[in-house]
């Protein structure tokens, strides 16, 4: 039996979840959004399933719930500073994200860092969310190292998202969002949660061998998609979003944390542009170009990356989002019991 609820009855349920798990208003409200937001756009891997771990991390103290992120950085500077304060990585997003489109605006490209946050979402919500504001934006982020660089056989790199919008008017944005391994670490949970092998080329196993075993997957190696390509993406985001921010790499969370079962910690770099700004003088409106080509893709038969997403919010938002029974009742429990839920 499944249970169908609107997009604002799921929202609150997450928000309340968290609330009485201890974490406090100012972290509970935009955690919530990011999970309720995996969930109405189909993104499983990102959805209600993250409140355990989210929990986890917090009954062990490695995140802290009510922390009050600030901006560090002053007023007119490209780089925009937010310290999450150890918190989760959204409301320090979420506050400075004005702060980043004012600048990106008033100057055509801004940075925003993110240190000292735990991150466990997808980046779309963030890409999106700058992109509403008539930006192109890069966001990356470091994970733990649970990935073999190309050629070697053993966790290094992290799984490191790596996402881009550009905002369309009067339509939703283009947004590409993808883990610099075949596939993101929550996929590989889903499969051993399923009782189903992962495909070919997505892991090695502790002895360096390939395997579709998710348990001996997520005791090995996961692999970098394209080879050497994803390697040496994902090494820049190591350089980019740690080592120049001065937050942990990815080897370095998985020393500080110990552990891969609860999220990490790290920090984040968001990168907004002012498409305008860029093509200033030059010939043709960036915006319409940029139509242009998305119809020729399309007109191939190609499809945009985001278009499933925006396909799954669509049917979301006409008809509400339906969970199993299974993740129901593990929301109910949640609710009741909060951190004694979790292990
Ligand atoms: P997927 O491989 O599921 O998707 C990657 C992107 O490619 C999406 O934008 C998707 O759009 C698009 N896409 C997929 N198939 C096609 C196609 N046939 N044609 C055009 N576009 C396509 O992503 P991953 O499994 O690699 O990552 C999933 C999520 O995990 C990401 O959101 C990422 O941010 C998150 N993640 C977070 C980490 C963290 O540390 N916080 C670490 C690693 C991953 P669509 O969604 O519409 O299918
Ligand atoms: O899915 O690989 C992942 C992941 C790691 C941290 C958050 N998501």
């Not at 919530?32 to 062990?60: C, F, N, P």
């Not at 700058?130 to 056989?153: E, F, I, K, N, R």
Request: charge should be negative.
């Amino acid at each position: 039996m499944t249970t169908t609820l609107t997009i604002a009855e799921l929202g609150d349920l997450i928000e309340r979840i968290l609330l009485r798990a201890g974490l406090a208003p100012v972290q509970a409200g935009p955690v919530a959004r990011v999970i309720l937001a995996g969930e109405r756009d189909g993104a499983k891997s990102h959805g209600v399933y993250r409140l355990d771990g989210a929990l986890q991390t917090l009954k062990a103290g490695k995140v802290r719930g009510d922390a009050v992120p600030r901006v560090t950085s002053r007023q007119g500077d490209a780089i925009i500073r937010v310290d999450a304060g150890f918190g989760f990585s959204s409301p320090a997003f979420e506050l400075g994200l004005p702060v980043l489109a004012e600048q990106a605006r008033a100057s055509g490209i801004a940075a925003m860092v993110v240190n000292d946050c735990t991150h466990f979402s997808a980046l779309w919500p963030e890409v999106e969310a700058v992109a509403d504001h008539g930006l192109a934006a890069l966001v990356m982020c470091p994970s733990y190292a649970t990935v073999a660089p190309a050629g070697g056989s053993r966790p290094l790199l992290g799984t490191n998202p790596l996402a881009f919008g550009w905002p369309r008017p009067g339509r939703e944005p283009y947004v590409f969002d993808f883990a610099t391994s075949v596939a993101a670490r929550g996929e590989i949970e889903l499969h051993r949660r399923a009782g189903t092998l992962l495909p070919d080329g997505w892991a090695l196993d502790r002895d360096g061998q390939p395997t579709t075993d998710p348990d001996a997957a997520l005791e090995g190696a996961m692999l970098p998609f394209g080879g050497h390509k994803g390697s040496a993406l994902s090494t820049m985001i190591e350089l980019l979003a740690a080592v120049m921010i001065g937050d942990l790499t990815s080897p370095e969370v998985l020393e500080v944390l110990g552990t891969t079962g609860l999220s990490p910690v790290h920090g984040e770099l968001v990168i907004a542009l002012a498409p305008e700004r860029f093509a200033a003088g030059r010939e043709g409106d960036p915006f319409a170009r940029a139509e242009a080509l998305f119809a020729a893709i399309e007109a191939q038969g190609a499809r945009l990356p985001s278009q499933r997403r925006y396909a799954a919010r669509k049917v979301a938002l006409a008809g509400g989002i339906t969970l199993t029974k299974a993740e129901s009742d593990h929301l109910a429990l949640l609710l009741e019991r909060g951190l004694d839920a979790v292990g």
